[in-house]
């Protein structure tokens, strides 16, 4: 009797990434872990400019809407090469969206450039692991790497407990996001796509409505749960 895997494989476009050699498979995640901290820090530049006075709600309205827009045209245009050159064209809106959304988290006491410290661990992981490169490897050396430097940094400014909690919370939960996803959008992304797999990056977070989806079908199909009660 076969049994079918508890959750629908991942989409997979024709050519893609984890279809390739090992060399050419790290080789793209790694240039894409390199222009995500490129992104990063842009967004946290731009943070640093003055915006229009746009309240955070607003600012949260202009992300989500902006993700929600790239997330369709994805989903319409699936596997097809217009679709990386839009996502790759649009990546310069997103990262000026997200830099004032950014700008108004700061202003609440966020500690939102803890955002940046992970992602830079991991750039520095990735051009040290040579051929052995690791996605949990990179998460575990990461984190306790970004969590310490974010913990001097707390305690060189002498901050709240309260706000070193939550930038070490935000740190590791946002590497965590992004090193898991860069591992599943190498069914996603054809080596050349590399800024738009940096725009999956943003815009993955809302994957987790239509996934749901997925798997509840999934289970449907196949009977899941009843093969398992049975």
């Given at each position: ?98 830099g004032c959304l950014m ?114 079908l999934h289970w449907q199909k ?9």
């Amino acid at each position: 009797m076969n049994v079918p895997n508890y959750v629908p494989d991942q989409l997979e476009v024709p050519g893609n990434v984890a279809e390739q050699i090992y060399p050419l498979r790290m080789a793209f995640v790694k240039r894409v872990t390199l222009r995500h901290f490129v992104s990063i820090s842009v967004i946290g530049l731009v943070s640093r400019l003055k915006f229009p006075a746009l309240s955070l709600t607003e600012a949260i309205v202009v992300v989500v809407s902006l993700l929600l827009a790239l997330e369709l045209s994805r989903i319409v245009l699936r596997g097809k090469r217009i679709e990386a050159n839009i996502s790759t064209a649009v990546l310069p809106l997103v990262m000026a969206s997200m830099g004032c959304l950014m700008q108004r988290l700061s202003g609440l006491g966020w500690p939102v450039w803890a955002l940046l410290v992970g992602p830079l661990a991991a750039v520095i992981y990735s051009a040290l692991c040579g051929r052995d490169y690791s996605f949990v490897g990179n998460y575990c050396l990461s984190v306790i790497a970004s969590s310490v430097a974010i913990a001097a940094v707390g305690v060189q400014e002498h901050s709240s407990r309260q706000t070193v909690a939550l930038g070490l919370v935000l740190n590791a939960t946002y590497l965590f996001y992004v090193i898991y996803d860069l591992a599943s959008i190498q069914s996603r992304r054809r080596i050349g796509e590399e800024w738009a797999a940096v725009t999956d990056l943003y815009r993955d977070v809302f994957n987790f409505s239509g996934y749901i989806r997925r798997v509840i079908l999934h289970w449907q199909k196949h009977k899941i749960w009843n093969l398992t009660r049975t």
